[in-house]
């Protein structure tokens, strides 16, 4: 495979293989959207470990407790309000 220099999802840096977190390559998360389950993935992005947070409260996240919606990283709680707000 292309050996590349890839940049963190949220500060746009490099990312060295030591310090990425690779969780939301695995990731598949589902939000209703008008009554319909849709399916986010976000693949292929890496992240600094102090970058991986919750996009609306900013708890840091790990791969146990990640939640991607729109290709973005988010806790559990906004997901579940996404969810609520969409139905």
């Avoid at 840096?13 to 399916?39: G, H, R, T």
């Avoid at 609306?56 to 729109?70: A, F, I, P, Q, S």
């Amino acid at each position: 495979s292309n050996i590349q220099n890839k940049k963190c999802g949220k500060c746009e840096k490099i990312v060295y293989p030591a310090e990425e977190i690779k969780c939301l390559d695995k990731v598949k998360s589902s939000v209703f959207i008008k009554n319909k389950q849709m399916f986010s993935f976000l693949c292929r992005q890496v992240w600094h470990k102090g970058c991986l947070k919750c996009t609306v409260c900013g708890m840091t996240l790990n791969v146990k407790n990640v939640k991607g919606y729109e290709k973005m990283p988010y806790c559990q709680v906004y997901v579940d309000v996404f969810q609520v707000m969409n139905d």
